[in-house]
């Protein structure tokens, strides 16, 4: 059992592979090499800045679909192109290209479109688009979820797509030496309809592939307007192309993209802070002994993970020390990131979120859980800095007791993480498919969404109901409502 910090390997990585996105550990190991002062846990200045930035945009595509992230990168003029995380944004999607391997077939529909990711960020640096988008113009990009025309739709989910498409704004400074980056997950807009949007939009055929699209945005997109306005009118535009279900969800989206970004920000910025100081301490900990946050988190959830994750940690526990190399740092990110991911969703009523969770431990303890995430939200805003740990360290048991995973967009993959015999316990008790969508509240009461103006979107067992978009929800009969900002 005691573990030799000298017998312990680093993960092995392919060399290749090191597209940040494709490194679960980049943020790790970012902080780690920008450690200033060890003892006092100092980092060097704009780098947790950076890794907060980062991990707002990752819960937002994880379970805060309706949060459109901004994210700001600056020109170096060393690299002549524009950094993330100390890393250029051309170099970054180069690599990505290039750690696929182009003899596999299953990975060549992926190669297509991180060359598309290359082009995108070339072209912002190209002379004539560069000077457009300095004087205003905005670079649209839609990628939307590869058909299965183009990749067997499982081989894509084991990439991370679902059925969303990925809508991005990007804009420059008048100078040039800063450039924002707004992205958004807009669901239920199939492919066709893009295909067929733009190809009346812009007098020229579209074919109706992902591929098509992004090159299509790659070679023409430029626009003009505030990124509400373009938003707002490639939506409204689209939402013609669609059947009646899709164009109220489509509607719905735009509202809140509209109208809810400020405290969806507030929100995901909260969790992310919460992810942060967890890489902070892996950051810190990293090569050497685990600090009690971290065996905290880590013995929380100890009996509810896989065997192997067990026999992991079990090699790496001295005692009441457990060394912290690679896979162990992995592995809590893992935890941390599922768990705050979820508990993020539910706190903002992500619509997937609830579903999620609720095909797990049923729509009244969802609730149960949006409501605690929501005490300890308002706890934090009365009194920051104040004691909650009891109560995030209950609902992270509670999700990994459950075994509830993640949806696509997550950055992590999580498959396999927690323990079969929660998740088969689980399965038994409740029973697949007794989710169903209602238009009511209730047949006597209807929600707060239609005061408001707004579409109801409820998710129903027979007998709970819960409304995601006014937040408005009945247990037992009794009713409730999640606060938008306490
Ligand atoms: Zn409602």
């Given at each position: 059992?005691?573990?030799r910090?000298?017998?312990?390997?680093?993960?092995e990585?392919?060399?290749?592979i090191?597209r940040?996105?494709?490194?679960?550990?980049?943020?790790?190991?970012?902080?780690?090499?920008?450690?200033?002062?060890?003892k006092?846990?100092?980092?060097?200045?704009?780098?947790?800045?950076?890794?907060?930035?980062?991990?707002?945009?990752?819960?937002?595509?994880?379970?805060v679909?309706k949060?459109?992230?901004?994210?700001?990168?600056?020109?170096?003029?060393?690299?002549?192109?524009?950094?993330?995380?100390?890393?250029?944004?051309?170099?970054?999607?180069?690599?990505?290209?290039?750690?696929?391997?182009?003899?596999?077939?299953?990975s060549?529909?992926?190669?297509?479109?991180?060359?598309?990711?290359?082009?995108?960020?070339?072209?912002?640096?190209?002379?004539e688009?560069?000077?457009?988008?300095?004087?205003?113009?905005?670079?649209l990009?839609l990628?939307?979820?590869?058909?299965?025309?183009?990749v067997?739709?499982?081989?894509?989910?084991?990439?991370g797509?679902?059925?969303?498409?990925?809508?991005?704004?990007?804009s420059?400074?008048?100078?040039?030496?800063?450039?924002?980056?707004?992205?958004?997950?807009?669901?239920?807009?199939?492919?066709?309809?893009?295909?067929?949007?733009?190809?009346?939009?812009?007098?020229?055929e579209?074919?109706?592939t992902?591929l098509?699209?992004?090159?299509?945005?790659?070679?023409?997109?430029l626009?003009?307007?505030?990124?509400?306005?373009?938003?707002?009118?490639?939506?409204?535009?689209?939402?013609?192309?669609?059947?009646?279900?899709?164009?109220?969800?489509?509607?719905?989206?735009?509202?809140?993209?509209?109208?809810?970004?400020?405290?969806?920000?507030?929100?995901a910025?909260?969790?992310?802070?919460?992810?942060?100081?967890?890489?902070?301490?892996?950051?810190?900990?990293?090569?050497?002994?685990?600090?009690?946050?971290?065996?905290?988190?880590?013995?929380?959830?100890?009996?509810?993970?896989?065997?192997?994750?067990?026999?992991?940690?079990?090699q790496?526990?001295?005692?009441?020390?457990?060394?912290v190399?690679?896979?162990?740092?992995?592995?809590?990110?893992?935890?941390?990131?599922?768990?705050?991911?979820?508990?993020?969703?539910?706190?903002t009523?992500?619509?997937?979120?609830?579903?999620?969770?609720?095909?797990?431990?049923?729509?009244?303890?969802t609730?149960?859980?949006?409501?605690?995430?929501?005490?300890?939200?308002?706890?934090?805003?009365?009194?920051?800095?104040?004691?909650?740990?009891?109560?995030?360290?209950?609902?992270e048991?509670?999700?990994?007791?459950?075994?509830?995973?993640c949806?696509?967009?997550?950055?992590?993959?999580?498959?396999g993480?927690?323990?079969?015999?929660?998740?088969?316990?689980?399965?038994?008790?409740?029973?697949?498919?007794?989710?169903?969508?209602?238009?009511?509240?209730?047949?006597?009461?209807?929600?707060?969404?239609?005061?408001?103006?707004?579409?109801?979107?409820?998710?129903?067992?027979?007998?709970?109901?819960?409304?995601?978009?006014?937040?408005?929800?009945?247990?037992?009969?009794?009713?409730?409502?999640?606060?938008?900002?306490?």
């Amino acid at each position: 059992m005691a573990a030799r910090a000298e017998t312990i390997t680093l993960i092995e990585q392919p060399e290749v592979i090191n597209r940040r996105t494709d490194n679960p550990l980049f943020n790790v190991h970012y902080l780690h090499a920008n450690v200033v002062d060890h003892k006092h846990g100092i980092f060097a200045p704009g780098v947790e800045e950076d890794v907060l930035e980062q991990d707002v945009t990752d819960i937002a595509e994880a379970d805060v679909h309706k949060l459109a992230p901004i994210v700001i990168q600056r020109f170096d003029p060393n690299r002549q192109q524009f950094i993330s995380l100390g890393t250029g944004t051309v170099d970054n999607n180069i690599r990505g290209v290039e750690s696929l391997d182009t003899e596999d077939p299953d990975s060549l529909f992926e190669f297509h479109r991180r060359v598309e990711e290359v082009t995108d960020e070339v072209s912002i640096l190209d002379p004539e688009v560069n000077s457009a988008m300095r004087r205003g113009k905005k670079k649209l990009s839609l990628s939307p979820t590869p058909t299965h025309h183009e990749v067997d739709p499982d081989v894509a989910a084991s990439f991370g797509y679902d059925d969303r498409t990925m809508l991005r704004l990007q804009s420059l400074s008048a100078d040039g030496q800063t450039k924002a980056m707004q992205s958004f997950s807009l669901f239920d807009v199939p492919t066709k309809a893009w295909a067929s949007y733009l190809s009346d939009r812009y007098g020229e055929e579209v074919e109706p592939t992902a591929l098509a699209i992004m090159q299509f945005c790659n070679r023409v997109i430029l626009e003009e307007g505030s990124n509400e306005e373009i938003v707002n009118d490639f939506l409204n535009g689209v939402m013609n192309y669609l059947e009646e279900d899709d164009r109220i969800s489509v509607k719905r989206q735009l509202d809140a993209f509209l109208n809810e970004q400020a405290e969806l920000k507030l929100k995901a910025r909260a969790y992310a802070e919460e992810k942060l100081a967890v890489e902070k301490e892996l950051a810190l900990s990293l090569n050497g002994w685990a600090s009690q946050p971290i065996l905290t988190l880590v013995r929380n959830v100890y009996e509810n993970l896989e065997s192997t994750h067990k026999e992991l940690l079990d090699q790496r526990f001295d005692g009441q020390n457990l060394y912290v190399d690679d896979l162990v740092a992995l592995l809590v990110l893992k935890i941390k990131t599922v768990t705050i991911d979820n508990r993020a969703g539910l706190a903002t009523m992500n619509e997937r979120t609830v579903r999620r969770v609720a095909s797990r431990i049923g729509l009244e303890a969802t609730i149960g859980l949006a409501e605690r995430e929501q005490h300890i939200y308002q706890m934090q805003q009365m009194e920051p800095g104040v004691d909650n740990v009891f109560m995030v360290l209950r609902n992270e048991q509670l999700i990994a007791e459950a075994g509830v995973g993640c949806g696509g967009g997550c950055s992590v993959e999580v498959v396999g993480l927690f323990s079969e015999d929660a998740r088969i316990a689980l399965e038994a008790g409740l029973g697949k498919g007794t989710l169903y969508s209602s238009s009511d509240l209730d047949k006597n009461s209807k929600c707060n969404c239609g005061k408001h103006g707004k579409k109801a979107k409820v998710i129903s067992d027979g007998q709970n109901v819960v409304c995601t978009t006014c937040r408005t929800y009945q247990v037992r009969g009794k009713r409730g409502q999640l606060k938008a900002v306490a």
